[in-house]
């Protein structure tokens, strides 16, 4: 039997649900390249926490997107997606295009264990999405009108979830990216009280900005019931990402694509037309 070209074989894109998997699938999708969602409500379903799951998912496609669910930094995350990229090759899979993040040295091991299953790998490490402010876990507090976040007046070179699609969908489809490990920044450091100014110019809203201790975000964050294990996530993130470790923009984007990385403002302005920060419209 004549096995099919790599490109006619789908592409499993796990969290293919989420803010940068969504992304790669409808891109691959605009092509005409058949995908595989891969997620706890996909079909079939995928669980990192379920392993008999992956086989079938991985099951005759070509090519996989990794985006680990909830962070490569919580305890067993190395040793999974470990597992899995070693799944992946002996199931015929050779490339494999893996989001990780930007100085977490839990990170860093991850990559190592899923570059030792032999795959042909991509590395995208990034910097945090802008898209959190607008699907992510600060949405509500731009929604409530003040984003209390323990961030002090850290800079972060927040990226554009779609420009990291753009990159993950070359490195699965274009020749040359194979063994690139791509440092993915937007083109400007922001702090978080510019960007919350930022999301409230361009949403003609008042929103503001109060930075708070880790121990007062944790506390806020357990009385609203965030599960024990995000709380630590959140603390770990802000505590130790956010010193100051990634306070620089990075050529990821422009070396992957050889294209300029949207700006925070597009962003904002993007967002805000689709009305995702219009209160009147979440309340009625
Ligand atoms: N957010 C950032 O700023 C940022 C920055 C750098 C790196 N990253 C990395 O990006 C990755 C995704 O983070 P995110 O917060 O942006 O989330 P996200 O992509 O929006 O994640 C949600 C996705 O994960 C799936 N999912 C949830 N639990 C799962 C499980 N147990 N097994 C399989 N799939 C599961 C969800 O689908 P179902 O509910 O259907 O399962 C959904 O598709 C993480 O590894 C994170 O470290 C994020």
Redesign the pocket.
């Known amino acids: 039997m004549t096995e099919p070209a790599r490109d006619t074989k789908p592409t499993l894109v ?8 969504r992304r790669v699938a409808a891109r691959l999708e605009a092509r005409g390249l058949p995908v595989r969602i ?5 079909e079939p379903p ?4 379920d392993p008999a799951t992956w086989s079938s998912a991985l099951d005759g496609v070509g090519s996989v997107y990794v ?6 930094a919580v305890s067993g995350a190395v040793e999974t997606v470990g597992s899995f990229a070693e799944l992946a090759v002996r199931s015929g899979v050779p490339r494999v295009v893996l ?3 930007r100085g977490e040295p839990e990170h860093v091991l991850a990559e190592q264990a899923v570059r030792a299953s032999g795959a042909e790998l991509t590395i995208m490490r ?4 802008m898209q ?1 402010f607008s699907e ?1 876990f600060i949405l509500e507090d731009v929604l409530s009108g003040e984003v209390a976040l323990p961030a002090g007046d850290t800079q972060e070179p927040f990226v554009d979830a779609d420009d990291l699609a753009d990159v993950a969908v070359a490195a699965l489809t274009q020749d040359g990216h194979v063994g690139e490990l791509y440092e993915v920044t937007g083109p400007r450091l922001v702090t978080f009280s510019e960007a919350v100014g930022e999301i409230a110019e361009a949403s003609g809203r008042e929103i503001r900005y109060r930075p708070v201790s880790i121990e007062q975000h944790a506390a806020a964050a357990t009385e609203q019931g965030v599960p024990p294990e995000f709380v630590q996530l959140l603390i770990y993130l802000f505590g130790e990402v956010l010193d100051g470790r990634n306070a620089h923009v990075a050529d990821g984007i422009q070396r992957a694509l050889g294209l300029q990385p949207r700006d925070f403002a597009d962003y904002a302005r993007d967002a805000a037309a689709t009305g995702v920060w219009n209160v009147s419209a979440v309340v009625n």
């Open positions: 796990l969290g293919g649900t989420g803010k940068t998997g891969g997620s706890r409500s996909a995928f669980d990192w926490e985006s680990y669910f909830p962070d490569l989001l990780a993040g990034s910097a945090w999405f959190n992510g």
